[in-house]
């Protein structure tokens, strides 16, 4: 079939094929208003790959949009897949995604599936290269969608090509992949249009129907038979009408002129999933029809009929159908097929019963709620949370009692907040809130859960207020429904900057804890240890290290145990204690691996990070920061994304990379506006101070670091390892000559350190009376024995670099290029190049040359394939290291390849001692 005027379009699809030849991953969306031609050029990609390529085809059925991995099941129904060499998780998770079995009775990670179908993709591409073309894809389940794209980001090296199809503002389009929008024809090929169709349009009617419909091709060929008085009424409104307005109320028309039994025939078809033929000619008989009550439909091209398949031209036909229908007759239809499914035992068939059986439904009907509400818990059981969502709201508005309405409506909640549908979930618990009694257990897990979706995307403080309330009034008679709104408040109040309210209620969930007992009073403990570390406050450590000593770290702990093992490990990290963080954090990732689970790695890679970046580590912490960030974004977990942005930012800020830091802060800023997780305020202000004193911007540093001050008193926190603004502000005050405010700041910070006894803090404490004292020698001494405790590099190379001003400027130079030299070294290594460049230039002041900067095999090396010579260094196989790193064995083989190559070394052996000389 010819393609008139999409020369440019089938150019880009043509350098997409060429792409995957060469061995590379490449992807296009492509969109466009219905009829614009999105089909078309999927059929030419089709075309053009035809024989060279394997060909997987998959396209969005409106009817399927809640049924989870609907659209999975098409693509890969028609290949052998599991016959893919498959770690256990990942097949596990794409037979029970696709209803092979039933999934296991922990559940299964939302993105696991994805990583299932990346391989199976691989290994289909080590042997062919394949396209997967996707239409329609505004109507395929999320789930299906997710896994699709969280594949694409990761096939970056094996020769798969990704077309994605939908229309304009499908909220399914997937970012952060090239786009292409389709325009209309233009005047020439309009016209090379019309030709060949046969039109009997004039060139002035011709060109009143282009202009009408905007050279939409499928409506320059549906409307093209029009009588002339006809177009002029389709346009006679002061605005263009939409396309799929103007090509609904076209078929509309021509749908009313068909015989009753053949609209009714065609109704089933809509309805029916689209490849069933065997349920359509089920479902006919039983309304004494069959498929050549379809012919009068055929002959106006309205579907067509081969080998008994039945497909609409194009889904507005559909559309137009379902809507020209009235109510009873649609509810009859639905009913018909749902008997018809009857005799059918299996999951799909089964399940797609119940949503005809809901659409039938009238008024409640208790044995339909319970059948969707089992849909609902699959959907789960496989990580399908907003089918799950569809399926329990829709069971709600058919419960008969109002407990059951609101426990409906609560799942469903749920289910839309882990399927990142924020808003979506804030309505269902509104209505939820409004069918629960006082007494009900599920008001309690309205309000945690309210809390949560606030801290997350609303205001923190009022969730926070509405928690604390209802605990107090649940805590005399249910203590532990108590402790479980207090375990969202802490969080919302912290994100709010209520440092105080939030260890207040840490202190009552503790009490709470001991009082209930059991896990509960590990839980209060580890609540109350984690907010006193955060908040920089005595007694914390002691509390975690008792719940340490509780923890399974060598066997399998249980899913609700894993987020207590993040919390203490995000403690220790606050504590500096990073070898037990390591520890929990080790034990996080063997987990996450064995389940596949995206959603667990993100908390102990993005956690590492931070302690990478504090160790020194900075290249390491750059790439497992920047791939938390892509599992943050593919799970939908706002907050967590902007956390890893905010340690990219202080990378950034360290090396002196301005734009780079500026651009982290702006888009963790954003999410604070939607979040407003005020916490991440000071953060930002921390890191820009920061920036600006590295960068010698000493009055800028003084107005951003007095800001992180004021913040940081505001909120109640006095930790100086986290929210590290105090040795900074001190620094730069004595550069400006304020030294009485300078003395006011490290007065603070001396005294912390001491109270806390924190390595870190005492070093920095001396270091800042150091360049303050007249006699500095013994207050350097004092921060350069702290620094060997803390395990700080870059902190202790600037402690080093103060100390050799100074001695610089009393005339000692012998010692001054001692300290020098190691804080060059130290930052070179680092690559803090604004750093770098200031102990370079004090060198250069005590009469000695140095190059600019060191430079280590590292450097050579780029984020993704630094992720992989560091898992591979530490001993991991080429395929445990691409399900660490959630991509293919292919791209863990390129990236190897690339790195001994730069590296110039020939073993694993020998990668340990090339990254770090």
Known sequence: MALFGRAPECAAIDGLLASVETGLCAHLVITGEAGIGKTAMLAYAARSAAGRMLILQARGVRAEGDVPFAALTQLLGAIPWDKADLAPPQRVALRAALAVDEAPATGLDRLATGLGVLNVLSALAAERPSLVLLDDVQWMDAESVQALVFAARRLRHDSVGFLFALRDGG???????????????????????????????????????????????????????????????????????????????????????????????????????????????????????????????????????GSGVVEFRHPLISSALVQRTAPSERRSAHRAIAAALGADTSLQAREQRVWHLAAAAYGPDEDVAAALEECAVRAISVSGYASAATAYERAARLSAGRREQAGRLLSAASAAFHAGQSARAGGLLERAQRFATVEDEVRCEVQALRGRLESRRGNPLDAYSGLVEEAARLQERRPDLALVLLASAIPAAVFAGRGEEALAAARRADDLGRAVGGPYALYGQCMLGGMLALLGEPGGEQLLDVAFAQLDLDGRPPPQILPLLGDVAYAYTILERFDDAQRIHRTLTRVATERAAAGLMIWPIGEQALIDFRRGLWRAAHAGALQAEQLAMDCGLDNEIANNQHVLAWIAASRGQEAECRRYVELVRQQVAVSGARIFDLLTQCVLGHLELGLGHVEQAITELEQARELALAFGIRNMTHFQWAPELAEAYIQRGRHADARVVIDLLTGIGEQTQTAIVRATGSRCRGLLAEEFDEHFQRALDHHRLAGRPFELARTRLCFGQRLRRRKRRSLAREQLQAAWRTFSALEADCWTARAHAELEATGLRMPARAASGADLLTPQELQVALQVSEGASNREAAERLFVSVKTVEYHLSRVYRKLGVGSRADLSVALRS
Do not use: C, W
């Not at 078929?251 to 490849?275: C, N, S």
């Open 171 to 305: 909220e399914a389009e997937p970012v952060g992949f090239p786009r292409m929008r389709l325009p209309g024809l233009d005047a020439t090929a309009t016209a090379h249009l019309l030709a060949e169709r046969g039109t009997r349009l004039r060139p002035a009617e011709a060109g009143r129907l282009a202009e009408l419909v905007r050279g939409n091709p499928l409506a320059l060929v549906d409307l093209a038979d029009l009588d002339p008085e006809r177009l002029h009424h389709l346009g006679s409104s002061a605005e263009p009408l939409p396309i799929g307005s103007v090509l609904e109320q076209a078929y509309g028309e021509q749908i009313d002129r068909l015989p009753a039994g053949t609209r009714r025939a065609l109704l089933f078809v809509a309805l029916i999933k689209e490849p069933d033929t065997q349920v359509l000619h089920a479902v006919l008989a039983g309304e004494n029809l069959d498929l050549t009550r379809l012919a009068p439909a055929e002959d106006v091209r309205l579907v067509s009929v």
